[in-house]
């Protein structure tokens, strides 16, 4: 019986078993949302707090939809409408939060580490979506459930991660859960956005400065989000990163016939990704986003509603409750 995880607040430290168990829980979720009827009692009388200090809109509305399939009331912080604004400090906020009761936080924000600091003064389950360049768990676990409805395993994969790597906490988390079943990772991208250091992530790394070169005989090719204003930077201009990086139907066919195309959005079509791309057969764009409900609850009734931590035991109760 594995042991039960109090947080989410990364997986660099997770072990295999652990991520197989949180991609496992997610499958009945999937199923779930097949049914006409998307809503349990599972965490009736639960409350979850969703403290997003930092914009987000697909990661927070897929945590709130999870909250409420589940049965769950929400309580959400904005920072563009919260006390934040006026001056108060991260741990005054949550504490009033905390003073409401909820039973667990999702919880972003802008600075590294902000998950660990709050769940070391907290008393109750903290999950971590994005804190600053550090990670985005949730995020690695639906790319993760996605690839795995494909592909028999993780092992030996190679993995082709293209954009600005050293800013993307989506990147970090995607090479620590990854390589931690084998798969061999590329990483290519413009040079200041590619440091050495990130070859000492994790095992099987190995970054690449042409395009062409990595996405050759690549098996899952992940196509970062770029934040426009580092694109108008005096060093690269947005028709140079076009002309060098942008993933377009005639580069992927470098990629093997069946390689998967995924991107944690929202995309900017015609700069990241060409829209043939985006919208083609190899595209697990809306996929990624299904696949997001379904972590997200397995997270939520793991975490907040005290699943069981058994695999078999689990899954009984969850199809029971989806029936």
Same mark, same amino acid.
């Not at 039960?4 to 607040?9: D, F, I, K, V, Y």
């Given at each position: 019986?594995?042991?039960?995880?109090?947080?989410?607040?990364?997986?660099?430290?997770?072990?295999?078993?652990?991520?197989?168990?949180?991609?496992?829980?997610?499958?009945?979720?999937?199923?779930?949302?097949?049914?006409?009827?998307?809503?349990?009692?599972?965490?009736?009388?639960?409350?979850?707090?969703?403290?997003?200090?930092?914009?987000?809109?697909?990661?927070?509305? !897929?945590?709130?939809? $999870?909250?409420?399939? %589940?049965?769950?009331?929400? &309580?959400?912080?904005?920072? =563009?409408?919260? /006390? +934040?604004?006026?001056?108060?400090?991260?741990?005054?906020?949550?504490?009033?939060?905390?003073?409401?009761?909820?039973?667990?936080?999702?919880?972003?924000?802008?600075?590294?580490?902000?998950?660990?600091?709050?769940?070391?003064?907290?008393?109750?389950?903290?999950?971590?979506?994005?804190?600053?360049?550090?990670?985005?768990?949730?995020?690695?676990?639906?790319?993760?459930?996605?690839?795995?409805?494909?592909?028999?395993?993780?092992?030996?994969?190679?993995?082709?991660?293209?954009?600005?790597?050293?800013?993307?906490?989506?990147?970090?988390?995607?090479?620590?859960?990854? !390589?931690?079943?084998? $798969?061999?990772?590329? %990483?290519?991208?413009?040079? &200041?956005?590619?440091?050495? =250091?990130?070859? /000492? +992530?994790?095992?099987?790394?190995?970054?690449?400065?042409?395009?062409?070169?990595?996405?050759?005989?690549?098996?899952?090719?992940?196509?970062?989000?770029?934040?426009?204003?580092?694109?108008?930077?005096?060093?690269?201009?947005?028709?140079?990163?076009?002309?060098?990086?942008?993933?377009?139907?005639?580069?992927?066919?470098?990629?093997?016939?069946?390689?998967?195309?995924?991107?944690?959005?929202?995309?900017?079509?015609?700069?990241?990704?060409?829209?043939?791309?985006?919208?083609?057969?190899?595209?697990?764009?809306?996929?990624?986003?299904?696949?997001?409900?379904?972590?997200?609850?397995?997270?939520?009734?793991?975490?907040?509603?005290?699943?069981?931590?058994?695999?078999?035991?689990?899954?009984?109760?969850?199809?029971?409750?989806?029936?």
């Amino acid at each position: 019986m594995l042991h039960r995880l109090e947080h989410l607040l990364g997986l660099e430290t997770l072990t295999r078993e652990q991520v197989t168990f949180i991609l496992d829980q997610s499958k009945p979720f999937q199923e779930f949302h097949r049914h006409p009827l998307k809503k349990l009692a599972t965490l009736r009388g639960k409350t979850v707090a969703l403290a997003f200090f930092e914009p987000s809109t697909r990661t927070r509305i !897929s945590f709130a939809t $999870a909250s409420a399939r %589940l049965g769950a009331d929400i &309580m959400n912080l904005q920072a =563009e409408s919260s /006390s +934040l604004k006026k001056g108060e400090s991260l741990i005054d906020t949550v504490r009033t939060l905390e003073a409401m009761r909820p039973d667990g936080i999702v919880i972003r924000h802008s600075s590294s580490g902000a998950p660990h600091f709050v769940a070391e003064r907290l008393g109750i389950p903290v999950i971590n979506a994005g804190d600053g360049t550090h990670e985005h768990p949730t995020q690695a676990l639906l790319d993760a459930l996605t690839i795995r409805d494909r592909k028999e395993s993780f092992d030996g994969l190679h993995i082709t991660i293209l954009g600005d790597i050293i800013h993307s906490r989506v990147a970090r988390s995607n090479i620590h859960l990854l !390589s931690k079943f084998g $798969a061999r990772i590329t %990483l290519c991208g413009p040079a &200041m956005w590619m440091p050495r =250091e990130l070859e /000492s +992530l994790a095992p099987n790394i190995r970054r690449v400065p042409k395009i062409e070169e990595a996405l050759e005989g690549a098996d899952v090719v992940f196509v970062l989000r770029v934040q426009t204003e580092r694109i108008n930077e005096p060093a690269l201009s947005a028709e140079e990163f076009i002309l060098g990086y942008q993933l377009t139907a005639e580069r992927l066919r470098r990629a093997k016939p069946d390689a998967l195309v995924l991107h944690p959005g929202p995309m900017i079509r015609g700069l990241e990704i060409d829209p043939l791309v985006a919208d083609g057969p190899q595209s697990c764009v809306l996929d990624q986003v299904t696949n997001g409900l379904a972590v997200r609850m397995a997270l939520l009734y793991h975490l907040v509603g005290g699943a069981p931590v058994d695999s078999s035991e689990n899954s009984k109760e969850q199809s029971s409750a989806a029936n």
